[in-house]
């Protein structure tokens, strides 16, 4: 079955300074992953996948993603924090449903970021 | 940009009740699905939808869970006799060729 941990219940960073939120998979064949934010009281927003391609994956908000296949992680990374992306990060990987298409995500346990002044 | 719109955003329920939760799918997407979230859990997979049936549910997803889509634009998830460990978060979300989008979720208090 696919999966994904994330090792860190919660990342605290100064604002300005970069960040890391880290992600590891476990799948058979090649990886879907992707990155999802959750701000309070509010639904999941994508921010970016990885399919196929560079492994250096750009999304929203200034957030970008590295691959590696050899240390099986997808790393979300922003060169500078700001206050406003504290909230809870979630890595997910999706498994294709056989039946009728579609897709199904399974998401980690999440990472709460923190970005202090 | 278009949402996918989740009612109400929060209902409170007696335990042995049924409930409906109301999501209405961006209008183009052909995938349907809800998903869920205990307080301070993860986001687990409920039940995927396309083309009028379950293509794929989880070991949740037992007897006393249903999924309609009643009409044209309406997506609904329904517990019919609710137990406390029903209480939760509950997320739709739609795709089509395209990542998953989620609504805003109802939370779900079962008393």
């Known amino acids: 079955a696919q999966s994904v941990a994330q090792p860190e219940d919660q990342v605290n960073v100064a604002e300005g300074n970069p960040l890391t939120v880290k992600c590891t998979y476990s799948?058979?064949?090649?990886?879907?992953l992707f990155w999802y934010v959750q701000y309070p009281n509010r639904g999941l927003q994508f921010l970016l996948k990885?399919?196929?391609?560079?492994?250096l994956v750009k999304g929203s908000y200034g957030f970008e993603a590295e691959f590696n296949k050899s240390q099986t992680s997808f790393h979300l990374k922003k060169p500078s924090a700001l206050v406003s992306d504290s909230a809870l990060y979630f890595c997910?990987?999706?498994?294709?449903?056989?039946?009728?298409?579609?897709?199904?995500?399974?998401f980690g346990t999440g990472t709460q970021l923190k970005v202090e002044l | 940009e278009p949402e996918v719109t989740q009612t109400p955003s929060h209902q409170v329920t007696q335990m042995g009740q049924e409930v409906i939760l109301r999501c209405v799918p961006i209008?183009?997407?052909?995938?349907f699905y809800w998903y869920r979230q205990i307080l301070g859990q993860k986001v687990e997979f409920l039940v995927s939808?396309?083309?009028?049936?379950?293509?794929?549910k989880s070991e949740i997803f037992d007897d006393q869970f249903s999924v309609e889509r009643p009409d044209g634009s309406n997506f609904t998830l329904k517990i019919r006799s609710t137990k406390l460990e029903d209480s939760a978060m509950y997320f739709c979300?739609?795709?089509?060729?395209?990542?998953?989008?989620f609504g805003n979720g109802t939370r779900l208090t079962v008393t």
């Open positions: 997910a990987v999706r498994d294709f449903i056989l039946t009728g298409g579609g897709n199904k995500l399974t």
């Open positions: 979300a739609s795709n089509g060729n395209s990542p998953l989008h």
């Open positions: 939808f396309y083309n009028n049936e379950i293509s794929e």
């Open positions: 209008s183009n997407h052909l995938y």
């Open positions: 799948v058979s064949g090649n990886p879907y």
């Open positions: 990885y399919i196929t391609g560079d492994n």
